[in-house]
């Protein structure tokens, strides 16, 4: 069974397109290792430039096992490179009861 995940991306200073860019690339090295869904992500802004991306992993096998995977392994020192991870509720329009983001 699948796992849906919500991952929220503070660009670091200047690193707004770089950022971009990974997230817009960020799936296909998942699906060659096995990892996620063909599932489409969605990708929004929030209105502090945190991204948010919505995607499937395979399993939680997959989630478990990505954390030993070399392709992954050097995919998210790419992302920590240009961002910090965020928990949702930091992001201030999850606090709404209708969460609001511009589409990316």
């Not at 860019?21 to 929004?44: A, C, F, K, N, Y």
């Not at 395979?58 to 990505?66: E, H, L, T, Y």
Request: charged share 20%; with cysteine.
């Amino acid at each position: 069974m699948g796992s849906i995940s919500v991952a929220c991306y503070k660009p670091k200073p200047g690193c707004e397109r770089a950022l971009s860019e990974l997230v817009r690339d960020h799936l296909p090295p998942l699906r060659s290792q096995g990892l996620v869904t063909e599932r489409q992500s969605i990708v929004m802004r929030a209105a502090d430039g945190t991204i948010i991306e919505v995607f499937e992993w395979v399993s939680q096998d997959a989630i478990a096992g990505a954390h030993g995977n070399p392709v992954v392994l050097d995919l998210w020192k790419k992302f920590e490179a240009v961002c910090s991870y965020e928990t949702p509720a930091n992001v201030p329009e999850f606090q709404n009861m209708f969460a609001h983001f511009e589409p990316l």
